[in-house]
């Protein structure tokens, strides 16, 4: 039985694989790395040797008892497989199958059972060494350099770069920006030495094409970077710039999600690291692991509601200046992104209750609605109180990740003063995140400015104004061409965008969305492409119906002159990604 179950774990894999394959050669993501080679079958193991050796246990009461337990691991096994499809193929339906398939198993199998023996120990072994040789190459592949040479284009003044990105965390919830709750003050004492931006606006609302954008100093609108496209092979990106100029590039994520090397944003990376091993990232590995995780009873029953397998920023941070250490010679551009603050906001000890205790969660609507994803069930349904709660918990997973950019910056600091590079460093989000307010909750389902007012400072050397802070509005999609500049990079022809110390700064930001499969259908991005453009004094958003909201800034002057700035700049988004232009009406604005 134990042989058996060892088979049967390599054929749900082999056929999990064969299924994602079909998968990449469509349209969206598989959400997969190089690692399921090894992770798939070893999940599957870890789930059906135990069952196997129950099995074995059980079959040696007779035949008849044999016969149950070989239909029970078959219809597991065809549970599991039928479960990929699942839920286009309903629950009850592929228990249905499971079981006929296991009884029509056993009665195959049982009569054969030597023949069936034999067959399993050949399939056991291909097992182990499978998973074993799948392991030996994953990790040859995508093992960590131990150094590389000086291209001929970097000196010795050249500064170390450093790029992270906070995700999901919005600006109106940070104390730098002058929330009454301390959440950042590790950041607030950065301030002191750093330029910040009072009004820096993302590109997009949600991952992928708010970071393609900050890569490519291009907007969302005219890149490829959606939710089932990765971004394209041009334009180039920023960690192409810094590796022609010479530059060690390092890529670390935490969201896997909509930052995985599949999505793109790896181009130019010398090393790019996304998916790694992990307990939860095994068990999420199978779709007979993912049954068991993403079932809300189990998960309520055992207290556990985070993302299986998602990495903290104490976990990214030492995997980031790992990296960083093993070559101290060549400058090096590292970028990280941080998940910590992201849903389901499960900090750590002592922040969990720094600003209050948050035990009202209701976490049973808790949903691991895919392997790397959380969310909360019924946002809609919640109380003004349980609101008030996410919004806190949400503020201590702020305050807990700020510690965290905190020890990474003392680390940097440590390494300057031992003699190393001087090291430039940019920190904002990708988008920000909404707690009802227009009456929406999360992110990448809408414009409005609670999901794209993020953070951004940049301090170091050669950035001018340090100790200051910028009131005037600018994009993150000018980030990208700002680090080149400062590192002095040469080689940064074609690259978009613009430095935001240049003085080609418009005081304007566009942004954009497209419309996402599967949203729920009262979301404004469920209905068509949308546009916004947010000035000093307004902020202007175009639905996809052509209707018009504006909203002012609480600036009280007369805002003509940015409301129509604000208009053309989105009938100019509209005839970059559609090659024509609809001249959009003036019409009054919302206070």
């Known amino acids: 039985m134990i042989t058996l179950s060892l088979f049967l774990a390599a054929t749900a894999a082999l056929f999990e694989l064969l299924v994602l394959g079909l998968r990449a050669l469509g349209d969206g993501f598989v959400f997969a790395g190089p690692i399921v080679f090894w992770m798939i079958p070893l999940s599957y193991a870890c789930f059906l040797l135990p069952l196997g050796a129950v099995a074995a246990v059980f079959a040696r009461r007779g035949e008849a008892w044999r016969n149950m337990m070989v239909g029970g691991l078959a219809a597991v096994t065809i549970f599991s497989a039928s479960f990929l499809f699942h839920p286009k193929v309903h629950l009850i339906a592929v228990a249905m199958l499971a079981f006929g398939g296991g009884v029509q198993a056993s009665r195959v199998l049982s009569p054969r059972w030597r023949t069936t023996q034999r067959v399993a120990r050949i399939g056991a072994v291909v097992l182990i060494a499978w998973i074993g040789l799948a392991a030996a190459g994953e990790r040859f592949a995508t093992s960590m350099p131990r150094g590389s040479q000086v291209n001929a284009t970097s000196n010795d003044a050249q500064p170390n770069v450093v790029l992270l990105i906070l995700d999901t965390v919005r600006a109106a919830s940070m104390s730098l920006y002058g929330h009454d709750r301390l959440t950042t003050p590790n950041l607030d004492r950065l301030a002191a030495r750093a330029v910040v931006f009072d009004q820096a606006v993302s590109p997009s609302p949600w991952t992928l094409p708010a970071h393609a954008s900050i890569f490519t100093g291009v907007p969302p609108h005219e890149l490829s970077a959606d939710w089932d496209h990765g971004l394209a092979d041009s334009p180039p990106t920023l960690a192409e710039r810094f590796t022609d100029a010479g530059y060690r590039t390092g890529g670390f994520?935490?969201?896997?999600?909509?930052?995985?090397?599949?999505?793109?944003?790896?181009?130019?990376?010398?090393?790019?690291?996304?998916?790694?091993?992990?307990?939860?990232?095994?068990?999420?590995?199978?779709?007979?692991?993912?049954?068991?995780?993403?079932?809300?009873?189990?998960?309520?029953?055992?207290?556990?509601?985070?993302?299986?397998?998602?990495?903290?920023?104490?976990?990214?941070?030492?995997?980031?200046?790992?990296?960083?250490?093993?070559?101290?010679?060549?400058?090096?551009?590292?970028?990280?992104?941080?998940?910590?603050?992201?849903?389901?906001?499960?900090?750590?000890?002592?922040?969990?209750?720094?600003?209050?205790?948050?035990?009202?969660?209701?976490?049973?609507?808790?949903?691991?609605?895919?392997?790397?994803?959380?969310?909360?069930?019924?946002?809609?349904?919640?109380?003004?109180?349980?609101?008030?709660?996410?919004?806190?918990?949400?503020?201590?997973?702020?305050?807990?990740?700020?510690?965290?950019?905190?020890?990474?910056?003392?680390?940097?600091?440590?390494?300057?003063?031992?003699?190393?590079?001087?090291?430039?460093?940019?920190?904002?989000?990708?988008?920000?995140?909404?707690?009802?307010?227009?009456?929406?909750?999360?992110?990448?389902?809408?414009l409005?400015?609670?999901?794209?007012?993020?953070?951004?400072?940049?301090?170091?050397?050669?950035?001018?104004?340090?100790?200051?802070?910028?009131?005037?509005?600018?994009?993150?999609?000018?980030?990208?061409?700002?680090?080149?500049?400062?590192?002095?990079?040469?080689?940064?022809?074609?690259?978009?965008?613009?430095?935001?110390?240049?003085?080609?700064?418009?005081?304007?930001?566009?942004?954009?969305?497209?419309?996402?499969?599967?949203?729920?259908?009262?979301?404004?991005?469920?209905?068509?492409?949308?546009?916004?453009?947010?000035?000093?004094?307004?902020?202007?958003?175009?639905?996809?119906?052509?209707?018009?909201?504006?909203?002012?800034?609480?600036?009280?002057?007369?805002?003509?002159?940015?409301?129509?700035?604000?208009?053309?700049?989105?009938?100019?988004?509209?005839?970059?990604?559609?090659?024509?232009?609809?001249?959009?009406?003036?019409?009054?604005?919302?206070?």
């Open 448 to 591: 409005y400015l609670p999901s794209l007012h993020v953070p951004l400072l940049i301090a170091g050397p050669g950035v001018p104004g340090v100790g200051s802070r910028r009131r005037d509005v600018v994009s993150t999609t000018d980030l990208g061409a700002t680090l080149l500049s400062l590192a002095s990079v040469s080689d940064a022809a074609g690259f978009g965008g613009h430095s935001l110390f240049s003085g080609s700064v418009t005081d304007l930001a566009t942004s954009s969305i497209r419309p996402a499969r599967n949203q729920d259908s009262d979301y404004p991005s469920f209905r068509g492409k949308m546009y916004s453009a947010t000035t000093a004094t307004m902020h202007v958003i175009r639905n996809a119906d052509g209707t018009i909201e504006q909203f002012m800034r609480g600036v009280p002057v007369d805002s003509a002159g940015d409301q129509r700035r604000a208009l053309d700049a989105i009938d100019n988004a509209r005839s970059r990604e559609f090659g024509q232009t609809d001249r959009i009406p003036d019409v009054p604005a919302k206070r």
């Open 253 to 446: 994520v935490a969201n896997v999600a909509y930052a995985s090397a599949e999505t793109g944003l790896s181009r130019g990376f010398e090393y790019y690291e996304d998916y790694i091993p992990s307990v939860g990232g095994l068990i999420t590995s199978s779709s007979l692991g993912r049954f068991f995780a993403n079932n809300p009873r189990l998960r309520q029953l055992i207290g556990y509601h985070d993302v299986a397998g998602r990495r903290i920023g104490e976990q990214m941070n030492a995997r980031a200046l790992r990296w960083m250490r093993s070559d101290s010679i060549s400058p090096m551009f590292l970028f990280i992104n941080y998940y910590d603050a992201h849903e389901p906001y499960l900090p750590a000890a002592p922040f969990d209750t720094l600003f209050g205790r948050t035990t009202g969660r209701n976490m049973a609507h808790m949903r691991q609605i895919s392997a790397h994803m959380a969310s909360r069930a019924h946002k809609f349904s919640m109380s003004e109180e349980e609101r008030e709660l996410e919004r806190l918990a949400y503020e201590q997973s702020i305050a807990w990740l700020d510690a965290e950019v905190g020890q990474l910056l003392d680390s940097l600091s440590a390494h300057e003063a031992a003699g190393g590079r001087r090291t430039i460093v940019a920190i904002t989000s990708d988008h920000g995140e909404q707690f009802l307010e227009r009456g929406l909750f999360g992110h990448g389902n809408g």
